[in-house]
């Protein structure tokens, strides 16, 4: 690991890094992290799952409608954050029963996409 003194809007930080030398497999896991954060979300009340923001960031495009069948896996939402665009995908098979976002609101973790029934 190597230490290095970064200055990130006139705040200094002490951050380490570590050399990665041939297959770089080990640190796609960390970029898939969002992906199972919408797990969580899945728990809900009598049929109803909700899902939530994984992070911070701006709805770009809304996949799913009311109504709409959807099976687990399926893209419900695009949420854009630190300029990467996150895939919102559904935990469960079934149809949406609410939409609780906009296309362009900005959402904070915990927040309330979307409820499959």
Do not use: H, W
Not at 39 to 53: L, R
Not at 66 to 90: F, Q, S
Request: proline share 8%; hydrophobic share 45%; net charge negative.
């Amino acid at each position: 690991m190597k230490k290095y003194k970064v200055t990130v809007n006139g705040t200094a930080y002490q951050v380490e890094l570590e050399e990665v030398v041939g297959d770089f497999a080990p640190m796609a896991a960390p970029a898939a992290a969002p992906a199972p954060a919408a797990a969580p979300a899945a728990s809900g009340a009598a049929g109803d799952n909700k899902v939530t923001a994984p992070m911070p960031g701006t709805i770009l495009r809304i996949n799913k409608q009311v109504g709409d069948a959807v099976k687990e896996g399926d893209v419900l939402m695009i949420l854009e954050a630190m300029k990467m665009e996150n895939e919102i995908m559904c935990p469960c098979d079934g149809k949406v029963a609410s939409v609780n976002t906009t296309v362009g609101a900005a959402v904070e973790p915990g927040t309330l996409l979307c409820t499959i029934g």
